[in-house]
Structure formats: structure tokens, C-alpha cells
């Protein structure tokens, strides 16, 4: 029988990158038979283990098959409910590890009237995201707005040539 735990998920996270869990060890507290032993850390390098992402769907038919369920190389993680992540381990399990892209706060250009809010936020942000990417943002909102407008006028806009702020001294010789 397999040990779970239950983790709660950092509440940025938008995109898990990898996720790994430690073993308790031999002297950690483990009951006999659910301990990892200094034999399976000198097999496997480390008391760490990948951690795989299932649904509960499928939990039932991968769990005791050995090529896809728990073994001493492979953990299996379901969501719970909402922020709340089961580990289900071969062995006890000390620690998990998550690395994740963190879900970037809204880009809000001035306060936002009458209890407006985009994700929970009202007041202006700037973009947290590195300056290069400023183009492909604007870029991204403008093709958004032109695609809204063709929704909601059944127009295309044609776009405006631009022009000089220079005259032309052409005729004034």
C-alpha cells in the first residue's frame, strides 16, 4: 500500500515546470515497511522521486500497474480540490518540491472605477514581465482590440497611413 500526502499550491502559480518529493529516510520516524532505506538512496543516487500528474481518472487503472503507477523512481500527484495537491508515494514522503511560472499580475494603466477589477486587482500595476517582451504585449492587445471591433461593429478597420509631421517645402520655391 502507497502513503499520500496532501500540499497545498502556492496561490501565483499559473504553469508547473517540475515537481519532486523527498523521502524520509531510516530515523526520520517511518513505520518499518514504509521507510525509504539507505539501500533504495545508494540505488537511485537520492532520496528524491519525480513527481507525475494524473487525473483521478485514470489514478485507479495506473496505480498498481507497475511500468505507470508509484515505484521507487515515480510519485503520483492528483488535484484534490482547487489549490490542493495529493502525493501519492511509495514511501513516506518529507518534502515536496514545485518549480512553476508564476502568473504575472494584470498590467492595469490607471485606477479602475466603480469596483472594476481585472484578477482581483483595481489599482494600476506595471508590467512585472522583463522590458523585451513590451512589444510582443502591445503587439498581442492591439490584434485583441481589432478582432473586438470586427465582433462587435462587423466592420474591419482599415488602418491610417501615416503621415510626416514635416511640410513640404516643395511649394513654397
Not at 511500468?67 to 489549490?83: D, E, I, M, Y
Not at 477589477?117 to 522590458?131: A, Q, R, V, W
Request: glycine fraction near 4%; proline fraction near 5%; hydrophobic fraction near 30%.
Amino acid at each position: 500500500m502507497a502513503n499520500s500526502k496532501f500540499f497545498i499550491i502556492p496561490d501565483d502559480l499559473w504553469f508547473t515546470v517540475y515537481e519532486s518529493v523527498k523521502y524520509k529516510t531510516e530515523g526520520e520516524g517511518n513505520i518499518p515497511d514504509k521507510k525509504c532505506t539507505i539501500d533504495t538512496i545508494t540505488s537511485y543516487g537520492n532520496a528524491y522521486t519525480n513527481v507525475m500528474p494524473i487525473t483521478h481518472d485514470d489514478f485507479y487503472r495506473t496505480y498498481n500497474n507497475p511500468f505507470r503507477g508509484v515505484t521507487n523512481k515515480r510519485a503520483l500527484r492528483l488535484n484534490a480540490a482547487g489549490k490542493l495537491y495529493e502525493v501519492v508515494s511509495k514511501y513516506d514522503i518529507d518534502t515536496y518540491f514545485i518549480r512553476y511560472v508564476k502568473r504575472p499580475k494584470p498590467i492595469i494603466l490607471e485606477d479602475l472605477p466603480d469596483g472594476l477589477t481585472i484578477n482581483n486587482e483595481s489599482t494600476s500595476n506595471t508590467c512585472e514581465l522583463d522590458d523585451s517582451l513590451h512589444d510582443v504585449i502591445l503587439s498581442n492587445a492591439v490584434q485583441l482590440a481589432l478582432q473586438y471591433h470586427t465582433l462587435t461593429t462587423g466592420k474591419v478597420p482599415v488602418p491610417q497611413q501615416q503621415t510626416s509631421s514635416k511640410k513640404s517645402d516643395d511649394n513654397n520655391d
